[in-house]
């Protein structure tokens, strides 16, 4: 049987091996999918003793994308350009191969949500790595416009500069501070990890255009704090469980060349979160 696992540390509260074991039965797929904690500055231990078990893939979360990324033999180009790696699968000759999935994730999941994308105006919140892990895609839908602000003002503007040659098609790309956030936006995508300490980054009270959507990526049982507060405000507002789902998908693609169903799957995780 086919062995894939999720690492990260801490681990025990992970929803992939959920997920993933959901993924297989809809597909009536053999595979197990297990939760491994590795040491929190050793992911390769970790990942070779895994492989020495017969492992053949695997997720990878907190805190250990960018090790996976130094780790693998191959990297797929969106993972360059992320700068991280989130899905790694063993090739026939040993090879580690490493793709990101999230930032699919993330737009896979605001397609579902008919989230306007080709010709709006984003408003992206953060600069850390989980915001670096969905520009590309992001600006592969052509907004018209895409801010990047950030507390530390430096970095969103290294991460507008990075990205600065796939703007393409004539679409603004800017990074700068909250303070230096200027006009309307058609969606506003909450990447900060402020929502984790019940925290908001100070933002305009004029932020959203009529029929705005507000994107939390984390997810929690309650609206998080940028849900509520985007809410009193008019938008309309999401969280990031259908990103987490999607991602895993485009995971469980890469490694068993089935796409499974997400719906069913988002389903369930809300009501147990409930
Ligand atoms: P991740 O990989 O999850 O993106 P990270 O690289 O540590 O994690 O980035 C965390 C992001 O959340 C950063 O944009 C950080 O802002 P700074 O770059 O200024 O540190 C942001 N962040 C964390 N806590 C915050 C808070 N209380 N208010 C505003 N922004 C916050």
């Known amino acids: 049987m086919s062995r894939y696992a999720v690492f990260g540390n801490p681990i025990a509260h992970s929803k992939s091996p959920l997920i993933h074991r959901s993924f297989a039965e809809q597909l009536k797929d053999s595979l197990s999918y297990e939760a491994r904690l590795a040491p929190v500055d050793d992911f390769a231990a970790g990942w070779a003793e895994f492989v020495a078990e017969g492992g053949q893939g695997a997720n990878v979360t907190m805190p250990f994308k960018e090790q996976a990324f130094r780790l693998v033999d191959v990297l797929s180009p969106r ?143 309650e609206p998080t704090v940028f849900m509520r507060w985007a809410s009193e405000r008019g938008a309309r507002v999401e969280d990031g469980l259908g990103m987490l789902v999607e991602q895993a998908a485009e995971s469980y693609f890469l490694w068993r060349h089935k796409r499974p169903e997400t719906g069913p799957v988002a389903d369930m995780l809300r009501r147990m979160l409930a």
């Open 79 to 221: 993972a360059r350009r992320a700068g991280a790696v989130n899905t790694l699968m063993l090739g026939k000759t040993g090879q580690l191969y490493g793709d990101t999935t999230d930032g699919v994730g993330l737009t896979r999941d605001l397609e579902r949500l008919e989230a306007p994308l080709k010709g709006a105006r984003i408003l992206i919140l953060g600069a850390g790595g989980a915001v670096r892990g969905v520009l590309e895609p992001l600006l592969a839908k052509q907004p018209a416009a895409l801010v990047i602000a950030n507390r530390t003002a430096a970095k969103a503007s290294a991460l507008a500069e990075d990205f600065a040659d796939l703007t393409g098609q004539g679409c603004l790309l800017s990074g700068g501070s909250y303070a230096a956030i200027e006009g309307e936006f058609d969606l506003v995508i909450n990447g900060t990890s402020a929502s984790l300490g019940g925290e908001l980054p100070p933002l305009p009270d004029s932020l959203f255009s009529p029929q705005a959507l507000a994107y939390d990526m984390m997810y929690a049982a």
